[in-house]
């Protein structure tokens, strides 16, 4: 029992010394971290196997029957949990689900021991009711959640006050074991306290991972290229005549056309780039107007858009010789004509 004690300690002073090294590191992406991240949740997991094999906490014995020495213990799973949520990985879902758990587990091991108030006993079973809508205030009245909230940060100053005030003196605290049994207990009421405000945001993490969409397999990625490439290279060799249906002609060698002007394989026609600038005016990626005004004006010439005479000439009524009858004749059917 001793040996076992005895590692036991030596595992969590390893631990200990771990976190520490993680809380004053600030890149927290860096692969280093999330490797001592590792390490330290491996050493916590140790010291929970020891604590079970070695029946340190008995469902049998109170609150008064633990050592001072081996409250500090009772903070195992609370240690697992918070560096859970600080894993940066891809299945983020299951990470923080195992660190909800370690958090329920903390509070029901100091519910067995009843070291829970009144107020946390009642939000424990608020969370397990519903993990994953749970909250430190839970009402719709905006007025009493803002209560509630301006209450519990009270509480929390309160206690990392008092914290301080303690550890400010640790040589005292380690000569007089009630001081010390003061500062455990003081140490385990805050890691309660903020055990509720993670299990609220944990809840709200796991209701917006819910609503995204699935992963796409590893490889979907590699695929949509794939046939993306694929698509591409048949777009870029469609209109040469060397394409893979030509070659799958087996006639891609010699001439095009014999002698006497038969073709030998196929072919493809073409217009002119003139004409291809023409017909891709005003579409889209269009160019600009391929054709000069002058042929502009031709065109519409031809179309009959363009009125020809115009000018002073054109208000001269023509001169009609009164003896030439026929021509008389001609003027008066034109006028009728028109009328």
């Not at 029901?108 to 994953?132: T, V, W």
């Not at 209560?147 to 509480?155: M, N, S, T, V």
Request: proline fraction near 5%; charged fraction near 30%; include cysteine.
């Amino acid at each position: 029992m001793a040996d076992d004690t005895r590692s036991l300690r030596t595992v969590y002073s390893d631990a200990e010394q771990q976190r520490k090294a993680i809380e004053s590191s600030f890149d927290s992406n860096s692969v280093t971290f999330q490797e001592n991240l590792t390490n330290a949740l491996r050493l916590y997991e140790q010291c929970i196997n020891i604590a079970s094999r070695i029946s340190l906490f008995s469902p049998n014995e109170t609150l008064e029957d633990i050592a001072s020495a081996d409250l500090q213990y009772l903070l195992l799973r609370y240690r697992v949990a918070e560096l859970c949520m600080r894993v940066n990985g891809q299945n983020r879902k299951a990470t923080i689900s195992r660190a909800q758990r370690s958090y329920e587990e903390y509070l029901k091991q100091l519910g067995r021991y009843e070291m829970l108030s009144k107020s946390n006993s009642d939000m424990l079973e608020l969370f397990q009711e519903s993990p994953n809508t749970f909250s430190t205030a839970a009402t719709t009245d905006p007025s009493m959640k803002r209560d509630i909230k301006i209450k519990r940060f009270k509480e929390e100053k309160a206690l990392r006050q008092k914290l301080e005030h303690t550890q400010n003196g640790p040589s005292l605290a380690e000569q007089d074991d009630d001081a010390y049994r003061e500062l455990q207990l003081t140490n385990i009421a805050y890691c309660t306290h903020q055990t509720f405000q993670s299990l609220e945001s944990i809840g709200l993490e796991l209701h917006i991972l819910s609503l995204a969409p699935p992963s796409p397999p590893p490889d979907a990625d590699t695929k949509v290229h794939d046939s993306r490439d694929r698509d591409r290279a048949r777009d870029l060799y469609a209109d040469r005549l060397d394409s893979r249906n030509h070659l799958s002609a087996g006639l891609t060698k010699g001439p095009l056309l014999d002698p006497a002007g038969k073709p030998l394989r196929p072919f493809t026609l073409t217009t002119s780039k003139r004409q291809d600038f023409r017909d891709g005016v005003f579409r889209p990626d269009h160019s600009l107007p391929t054709m000069s005004i002058d042929e502009y004006l031709e065109e519409e010439r031809k179309r009959g858009g363009m009125i020809e005479g115009g000018g002073e000439a054109s208000g001269n009524a023509p001169y009609v010789d009164e003896d030439d009858f026929e021509a008389a004749d001609r003027a008066t059917m034109k006028a009728r004509d028109w009328d």
